[in-house]
Nanobody
Framework: HVQLVESGGGSVRAGGSLKLSCIAS??????????MAWFRQAAGKEREGITV????????TFAGSVKGRFAISQDVAANTVYLQMNRLQPEDTAMYFC???????????????????WGQGTQVTVS
């Protein structure tokens, strides 16, 4: 069982930066996962996959709107995944969630159903 706790959200002016953190706890933490991903959900919209990082460090960005601005990284020893967000825009306003796909998953895409555990989310507001 894996528990995920996000932090680092807040309010920021357009053009600013934030760094989100997601700490995984439970059986072996990140080492029990195939991949970790960040999603976001704006009010009235569906949950959107942003980016994913695999346990071996490979990473992929799903959302074209964040390419070149957002970057996912991980510290396996600290069981933590990060999302560095630069040049934030009002359209980035959303609740941001991290998600974990366990070992045994065949894939980790931008589909929420590919993930087994979710954090409670952290709000990012850009004005």
């Amino acid at each position: 069982h894996v528990q995920l706790v996000e932090s680092g959200g807040g309010s920021v002016r357009a053009g600013g930066s934030l760094k989100l953190s997601c700490i995984a706890s439970g059986i072996s933490g990140i080492e029990s996962t195939k991949c970790m991903a960040w999603f976001r959900q704006a009010a009235g919209k569906e949950r959107e996959g942003i980016t994913v990082i695999y346990h071996n460090g490979a990473r992929y960005t799903f959302a074209g709107s964040v390419k070149g601005r957002f970057a996912i990284s991980q510290d396996v020893a600290a069981n933590t995944v990060y999302l560095q967000m630069n040049r934030l825009q009002p359209e980035d306003t959303a609740m941001y969630f991290c998600a974990a796909g366990l070992l045994g998953r065949s894939r980790c895409t931008d589909t929420p159903e590919d993930y087994d555990y979710w954090g409670q989310g952290t709000q990012v507001t850009v004005s």
